[in-house]
């Protein structure tokens, strides 16, 4: 058994924590590793932490937000990379890590075989479905186009839409690549989409189609296209969108979700657009056909009308029996009419032999007994309406004079109120007033021009004065004027002597 070795020096946990700190670093310094990413952990702050592992072994890392910047790669679980830092350790919790200077990913393997993991997530939850996808506008009112406003997709676009059929394009202007360029595509997306359907000042109208354009590139530099988020967005928009991104052989995820997917940006804005001048070529040929049509029906119409005028029969023979039936019915009016009469004239005879004065005057007396008593209700209800508006007048009476008390009353408590403060105000007037401190024997100076004069140097020989005392005004001329200095003492203060022939601090005793 090996004794313990007393004559070792002593060390506290900080110190042996910090001798392994400076021995790590010392030996290592900057280190490539090269690993797949396990747990990623964005902090609030802006500092990235991860685990960094292969089948044997697992590091911490770290990316503090001053670096962050420059990590173009979005990272996730899974993804292999290739990393370059500074070997360090971490006291609080007796581990090492790599404080992260560069990452980028292990290769084109690691990135194609995220996309094909992210494609296959984002195709489960259905949003490639070729269902859900809408059709283009055949002519769009206003078109709405997502990329660099310096780049040449933007001329492209603009060029081939003024070949094919000129249209307003409103430009969201975004990064096409690099950091934070799919952050910046997506809310173009989603910034599209929650525009008005019509134009309110200051906000333009809803476009009718949006374009995603971008040009070539390597897989790196069109992976902004490959985010989530970006996917995303063009899933939700409810405006048709056609992806242009990258050339021919360029393929994205975008791609997949958007409605229409174009090889080129031309290639875009001739899916988004018809030729002008073949539509036109169309409405001309569809034009002469209908009003070829159009003449076509109106002869064979016209060839119709002609036949069926030649089966009709003649308008004599049409009008010969009505005409006839005409005729015996006006043969047989005056004779109807002469019966009708003396059947009328016998009717009102016997109605009126009926008739007599007795019961002319009992139909009188019964009217004149209705309207007698529709009278009398009509007094007793104009009566009462009069007790009841009488009544409510004098209600309204006790009110206003109600109301006159308490105005009155209400107009002296605010009087008084306005009288004490009144008081208040002059008694205030009368203690901060001039005029009291002349009568306690002052006087007031005032030059020529009737200005208050404070200092004797202010007072020059042979000038004007005004002097007010509290009964009146004295005029006055100054004559020579004697400052006496500040420092010099009132002739009633007495100063102490000092014992004779003793100048310096004197005794003690």
């Known amino acids: 058994m090996n004794e313990p070795r007393l004559n070792l020096p002593e060390l506290t946990v900080s110190e042996l924590s910090a001798a392994l700190k400076r021995t790590i670093e010392e030996a290592y310094g900057y280190v490539r590793v090269r690993g797949e990413l396990g747990k990623v952990s964005y902090h609030g702050n802006g500092h990235v932490y991860f685990d960094l592992k292969d089948d044997r072994a697992c590091i911490s890392g770290v990316i503090w937000r001053s670096a962050a910047p420059r990590i173009k790669l979005k990272l996730e679980a899974g993804l292999e990379v290739v990393i370059t830092g500074r070997l360090t350790t971490y006291p609080g919790r007796s581990q090492y890590q790599i404080v992260v200077e560069t990452l980028e990913p292990a290769g084109l393997g690691a990135l194609m075989a995220l996309l094909e993991e992210r494609k296959k997530r ?57 950091d934070g360029s799919a952050a910046e595509v997506a809310a173009a997306i989603a910034g599209f989409n929650a525009l008005p359907e019509f ?44 992806a242009a991104v990258g050339h021919e052989t360029d393929f994205t995820l975008i791609d997949f979700v958007a409605d229409r997917r174009a090889p080129t940006p031309t290639a875009a804005a001739e899916m988004a657009v018809p030729v002008r001048a073949e539509l036109l070529l169309d409405v001309d040929s569809l034009s002469r056909r209908m009003l070829a049509s159009w003449r076509r029906c109106q002869e064979a119409r016209r060839t119709e009308l002609r036949s069926a005028c030649r089966a009709l029969p003649d308008s004599d023979e049409l009008l010969a029996l009505p005409r006839q039936r005409l005729d015996h019915a006006s043969a047989r009016l005056p004779r109807a009419l002469h019966a009708n009469a003396h059947s009328h004239h016998v009717a009102f005879s016997r109605i009126a032999g009926r008739l007599s004065a007795h019961l002319m005057r009992a139909n009188v007396e019964r009217r004149r007994e209705r309207y007698s008593g529709l009278a ?59 005029r009291g401190v002349l009568a306690r024997g002052f006087a007031l100076i005032r030059d020529a021009g009737g200005r208050p ?30 400052i006496t200095p500040a420092d010099s003492s009132p002739p009633y203060v007495r100063r102490r002597r000092r014992p004779a022939g003793n100048d310096g601090q004197g005794s003690l005793f």
Not at 145 to 154: H, L, N
Not at 172 to 178: A, E, L, S, T
Not at 203 to 212: E, F, G, H, N
């Open 122 to 178: 984002l195709a489960a939850e259905g949003l490639f479905d070729e269902a859900r996808k809408q059709l283009l506008p055949f002519l769009p009112t206003l078109i709405g186009v997502v990329t660099s406003p310096t780049g040449a997709v933007i001329r492209d676009i603009l060029h081939r839409l003024a070949d094919r059929f000129p249209r307003p394009v409103l430009l969201w202007p975004v990064k096409v690549q690099g």
């Open 453 to 482: 004069l404070r200092a004797a140097a202010a007072v020059n020989a042979g000038m004007r004065l005004d002097i007010e005392f509290s009964d009146g005004r004295v005029g006055a001329v100054a004559g020579d004027s004697r």
């Open 199 to 242: 134009a309110v000042w200051p906000l333009p109208p809803r476009p009718d189609l949006i374009i995603v354009a971008r040009g070539g590139g390597s897989l790196e530099d069109l992976w902004s296209f490959n985010e989530e988020i970006v996917v995303r967005a063009a899933a939700e928009s409810l405006i048709p969108i056609i």
């Open 376 to 434: 009398q209700r009509l007094q007793a209800s104009l009566a009462a309406y009069i007790a009841a508006a009488r009544t409510r007048i004098a209600r309204q009476n006790e009110r206003v004079a109600t109301f006159g008390e308490r105005a009155d009353r209400a107009i002296g408590n605010i009087l008084d109120r306005r009288a004490a403060l009144l008081e208040q105000a002059s008694q205030l007037l009368a203690a901060f007033s001039y």
